[in-house]
């Protein structure tokens, strides 16, 4: 059972998360549609650009966690993760012949729960193990 603060957070997650999907659709379609790049390039260079935003706005308004280097890092490996997951569950989704837009909501929706717990129980967790004394 998610606890009152969890619900909460789960609700920010999701407000942000559109914002971030609404500014990637927008993007794909720039890149792609208007200045041609592959669809594949730009999936990777659009979500590492929202990555950057999310972490931000998931550091102070989400999770309300102070800056370390220890987080960078965990989000970093996050970002790795999460891109090459994502960028194979594109590629297959268009290989399908679903449309690239739908597919980078198909891609979203798929991943959304699996990053919301990444995010919570490993990322921006104060003192997720015992190697993390960068928080104070």
């Given amino acids: ?18 914002g971030g999907y609404l500014s ?7 890149g792609v549609d208007l200045l041609r790049i592959p ?5 990777v260079i659009v979500y590492a650009l929202a990555y950057v935003a999310e972490y931000c706005l998931n550091l102070k308004y989400l999770f309300k966690v ?12 996050h970002i790795g993760c999460f891109i090459s997951l994502g960028s194979l569950v594109f590629r297959g989704i268009v290989g399908w012949g679903v ?11 798929a991943l959304f729960p699996l990053r919301f ?8 967790r104060e003192r997720a193990c015992s190697w993390d004394q960068s928080r104070k």
Avoid: E, N, P, R
């Fill in 39 to 43: 669809k594949t390039v730009a999936f």
């Fill in 117 to 124: 717990l990444a995010y919570k129980f490993i990322v921006f």
């Fill in 99 to 109: 449309h690239y837009l739908f597919a980078v909501v198909l891609t979203a929706m």
């Fill in 1 to 18: 059972m998610i606890s009152g603060t969890g619900v909460i957070q789960l609700f920010k997650y999701g407000l942000i998360s559109a």
């Fill in 24 to 30: 990637i659709l927008a993007l794909m379609y720039v």
């Fill in 66 to 77: 102070d800056h370390s280097w220890m987080t960078v890092l965990k989000f970093g490996c």
